[in-house]
């Protein structure tokens, strides 16, 4: 069965800082994967996708970039955090069938940015 | 191409009924409905892919009129389990993969 880990789970971090979160999904291959971002009572809001290995599309110009250096790793990153980063991160895979692409979400990462 | 959902938030006592929305400006051709708890990712219910079609989860049930562009989430008989956030999400093609754009969601609470 696939699975999908996310981490750290809680980080708090003060303005400027950079930032890494990862993904990592088993058991399957050539995922589409997504990072989605959900303010304090937001609604989710894509902010990359991918659908392979160096393939990112960028959905909201902002201070976060995402890449993709193997088939089921994705990773968000900042150089310097700003107070708007705080969030919930959800990274998800979904399968590749446009129409049934139903996604499986991560546990989350909670950032605070102080 | 953010659906739009009402109501925004909705509060119920355990065995009433309620209905949420989801609408889109453009023609759909997927919808996706999940249900986040507090503090947790949201989880998949279902997906509905063509006009006309209806879907049911235990007590909670979907349709899907294509030719208006809107989909409907229905909670019968609720139980305390079903509060959360549910969201609906509108699939977007685009070169040949697809990615989801969700609404803002309707935080549904149902009470004893």
């Known amino acids: 069965s696939q699975t999908i880990h996310q981490w750290p789970a809680t980080l708090v971090q003060p303005v400027g800082s950079p930032l890494s979160l990862e993904c990592t999904v088993e058991g399957t291959s050539n995922p589409n994967l997504y990072w989605y971002r959900q303010a304090a009572g937001r609604g989710l809001q894509l902010l990359f996708y991918?659908?392979?290995?160096?393939?990112i599309s960028s959905e909201v110009p902002q201070n976060l970039s995402a890449s993709r250096p193997q088939d089921r790793q994705f990773i968000l990153s900042s150089k310097k955090l700003l107070l708007s980063d705080s969030g919930f991160y959800l990274c998800?895979?979904?399968?590749?069938?446009?129409?049934?692409?139903?996604?499986?979400f991560g546990a989350g990462s909670r950032l605070t940015v102080l | 191409q953010q659906p739009v959902q009402s109501p925004q938030a909705v509060i119920l006592r355990e065995g009433e009924d309620a209905v949420i929305n989801c609408s889109s400006s453009?023609?759909?051709?997927?919808v996706h409905w999940y249900r986040q708890k507090h503090g947790e990712a949201p989880v998949f219910l279902m997906i509905l892919l063509k006009g006309g079609e209806q879907k049911g989860h235990e007590k909670i049930s979907a349709s899907f009129n294509e030719k208006k562009q809107q989909s409907s989430l229905y909670l019968t008989a609720s139980q305390l389990s079903y509060s959360g956030t549910y969201f609906c999400?509108?699939?977007?093609?685009?070169?040949?993969?697809?990615?989801?754009?969700f609404g803002k969601g309707t935080k549904l609470t149902v009470n004893p």
């Open positions: 991918s659908v392979g290995i160096g393939q």
């Open positions: 999400g509108t699939g977007v093609s685009q070169g040949g993969s697809e990615k989801l754009v």
């Open positions: 453009k023609a759909l051709y997927s």
């Open positions: 998800a895979w979904g399968a590749l069938r446009p129409g049934a692409n139903v996604l499986t």
